[in-house]
């Protein structure tokens, strides 16, 4: 066979003379590739290296320890003492200042405006975009202006975003910032210690604002008042916020507040200003993770992040991100009562030291129970919890008012050993939070019976099976159905009202998650036993009931003015095990040739699904459960006999109910399978929430204000399961678009 010639076969690097390679790859014997300034073998030494923690009194390199023997015509730096290299440098500085002063005496000149516009390149719009916080659409801006503190006076005034709501500000320093040349601006980048990857001050601010107010997640976490405080400061004083909470923080807030918007083929949305900030956290916790530095104020900044990819519906990225921040709190000891334990503390391991004071304390004991309820939450598909309740020693937190004052309150005496926990309220240490956290593991309860059964089960459960006479079923049962809604406090507990809210209602969201939890955790409990050709079922008339309280749930709320995206995203998995029964519900009435039931259970189904759209606006969480519903769905639209399955039931225009809630019609005489009436067996009223109140009757917590009488749904679930009259005045649709 002949011999390949060269320039057949791939370009091999030359070989290296004599003396070539470098000294440590020489000295060594390794393969060298004389590359400038250092070789590829001493940087990948060098990068594995600096990847482990120097030990004490000890500082890695700078840069790899790399050094070449003089060549013929190539120009070598020579060795140089490291004080005379200081001093070049201090030289160099001068020199810098010097030029830097001449260009102010003379104007902005061309260099220094390039330099801005290179800066701006780095990330993604700033604050020349519209900051518009109540407009349901995001402003989206294709002109791309640096974030770091920028001079304000390369915008011309006459082209100013009459949006932004810095521009109607009358402070004497905003107006002198827009002065500043350019060059003044670099130096207060190179001097003042901001970080040049978060927004110019006033642009966080606002974010962090937005965080508080409209978050439904994060903020509980953080100590509001210090930490507005915190950010007030100097960047390089010691109680100035990390910078992994601050990027955390704008990422979540952007959601409220966006810029830099692009709709993705799935119909979801992106926000690039969103995603440089996760990236950057996620470089915090990487460096977290090799280093162990800063590793509390980076967990929560985890937290964080970790709830703007739930509510991204980026399920990968929220499995990884559940399990970190779990792990991570054990070996810091937030599981242990007082977050702090001196318990075998001569093992090794990085444990914090004992709380500060009382708002460090709280902030650790809200951090620790903010990681379980997101265990919790991503646990609901049936997967195993992270943490058992028995390893949990950590004290129940304090109410949010009492942590935002800094009253000096005894610790929560109740955790999750004890006995009556979710039955038992004491006045001074519930508010509709510590509620949420309740309703929450009483869900994760459901998912370790479910999961554990499931693992010991020589077969999957099957709707011919009593679920009653499996050991434990009938107390939990008891519990989610019944016993911890019955047992909430007065003034947080359900009450029936004739009154609909007004335009200018409010929501204390947390409540009302309270109310359709223990319904979303007993369609989880008994829907693998549903039959709905067995009217006598305890576990058919559950789900039905649980299913129709959600609606109505709903239905009361799309009567006020609140933009549901400011919901808790866990509302969206409540709405989608609602759907789920629906489904069967709707199969079941068209196997049995029913279609004026069928009709009806469409518009409900539809319903559900348009709130996870509207949800899917500004949160893609809502999107995606949608599409994944319309798989579940693919069997009933194909066996009915509906035009447009997908359309029945829902309003003509946006914003009008008309064909929402209009009164049924019925052909006369029609016949109709009844639905199983949970009446017949274990009645339930469902008596709607004290959650929507009229405007200023509920605090920041949840607490109604003194003499404020509830605004309350006049309608509920039980009635849609009775036979229908025409003139019932029940729900339903019969509008086709």
């Not at 083929?265 to 996620?282: I, L, M, N, V």
């Not at 460096?287 to 104020?297: E, H, L, Y």
């Not at 779990?326 to 914090?352: E, K, M």
């Amino acid at each position: 066979m002949p011999k390949a010639t060269p320039g057949a076969s791939a370009p091999n690097r030359p070989a290296l003379r004599r003396n070539q390679a470098c000294r440590p790859c020489r000295k060594r014997k390794l393969k060298c590739d004389a590359a400038r300034p250092h070789c590829g073998t001493c940087v990948k030494q060098w990068q594995s290296l600096i990847s482990v923690p120097a030990p004490p009194d000890y500082a890695h390199p700078a840069e790899p320890q790399c050094v070449y023997d003089p060549v013929d015509g190539l120009a070598l730096a020579p060795d140089t003492n490291p004080l005379e290299k200081i001093r070049l440098l201090e030289e160099e500085v001068s020199k810098l200042k010097t030029q830097l002063q001449e260009q102010r005496n003379n104007g902005p000149s061309g260099p220094s405006q390039q330099l801005l516009r290179h800066l701006g390149q780095f990330r993604p719009g700033s604050a020349s975009s519209s900051l518009n916080l109540e407009s349901g659409s995001p402003a989206t801006s294709s002109v791309q202006t640096p974030s770091l503190p920028y001079p304000k006076d390369l915008i011309i005034p006459g082209h100013m975003d009459d949006s932004d709501p810095r521009n109607n500000s009358n402070s004497p320093e905003l107006y002198e910032v827009r002065h500043k040349s350019s060059t003044d601006t670099i130096l207060e980048i190179i001097y003042s210690g901001w970080n040049p990857d978060l927004p110019e001050r006033s642009v966080l601010e606002h974010y962090i604002d937005v965080f508080f107010k409209c978050d439904p997640c994060g903020p509980r976490i953080l100590h509001r008042p210090s930490f507005l405080a915190a950010v007030r400061l100097d960047p390089r004083d010691p109680s100035f916020p990390h910078s992994a909470i601050l990027h955390a923080i704008c990422a979540s807030a952007s959601r409220w507040s966006s810029r830099n918007v692009a709709i993705l083929p799935d119909g979801t949305r992106r926000d690039e200003f969103a995603e440089f900030h996760a990236s950057k956290t996620r470089q915090y916790i990487d460096k977290t993770m090799a280093t162990g530095q800063d590793i509390f104020p980076v967990v929560q900044a985890c937290i964080l992040l970790a709830w703007y990819f739930y509510q991204e519906g980026r399920w990968v990225e929220i499995w990884i991100f559940a399990g970190f921040q779990t792990r991570v709190a054990i070996p810091l000891r937030l599981n242990y009562p007082g977050t702090f334990s001196t318990h075998n503390s001569g093992l090794p391991g990085g444990y914090l030291a004992p709380p500060r004071d009382l708002i460090d304390l709280e902030s650790r004991r809200r951090t620790w129970w903010t990681t379980i309820i997101f265990d919790r939450i991503v646990s609901v598909g049936g997967w195993i919890h992270a943490i058992d309740e028995r390893d949990m020693g950590t004290e129940l937190p304090l109410r949010g008012e009492d942590f935002d004052s800094e009253q000096l309150m005894p610790s929560n005496p109740q955790d999750m050993r004890t006995e009556d926990v979710f039955t038992t309220h004491l006045p001074k240490y519930t508010d509709s939070f510590l509620l949420l956290i309740k309703a929450i593991m009483v869900f994760g309860r459901v998912t370790d019976f479910n999961v554990r059964g499931n693992l010991r089960a020589p077969t999957a459960p099957s709707k011919f099976q009593d679920p009653f006479e499996l050991p434990g079923f009938a107390d939990l049962d008891r519990l989610v159905y019944n016993g911890f809604l019955a047992n909430l406090p007065t003034m947080f507990k359900m009450m029936s009202a004739n009154d609909l809210p007004g335009n200018h209602g409010s929501v204390d969201t947390d409540l009302y998650m309270v109310h359709i939890i223990p319904y979303a955790a007993t369609i989880t409990l008994h829907n693998p036993y549903l039959d709905l050709t067995d009217l006598n079922r305890i576990s058919t008339s559950r789900c039905i009931n649980a299913a129709r309280a959600i609606l109505s749930a709903y239905f009361k709320l799309s009567e006020t003015s609140l933009d549901i995206s400011r919901l808790h995203p866990f509302v969206v998995i409540c709405w989608y095990l609602a759907a789920v029964v629906q489904v069967q519900v709707c199969k079941h009435f068209i196997e049995v040739g029913d279609e004026a039931r069928e009709d009806q259970v469409w518009g409900e189904i539809n319903v559900l699904r348009r709130a996870m759209i509207n949800y899917g606006v500004r949160s893609p969480i809502g999107t995606r459960q949608e599409k994944l519903l319309q798989g579940l769905m693919r069997e009933i639209v194909r066996l009915t006999s509906q035009k447009q399955p997908l359309e029945v039931g829902l309003p003509l225009y946006p914003f009008s109910h008309t064909t929402l809630f209009a009164t049924p019609t019925l052909p006369e005489n029609a016949q109709m399978a009844p639905l199983p009436n949970p009446s017949m067996l274990h009645s339930m009223e469902y008596d709607s929430p004290i959650f929507i109140r009229d405007s200023g009757s509920l605090d920041s917590y949840g607490r109604p204000a003194e003499n404020s009488p509830p605004i309350l749904p006049s309608w509920s679930p039980h009635e849609l399961q009775q036979p229908l009259p025409s003139e019932s005045g029940i729900v339903r649709w019969n509008h086709r678009i």
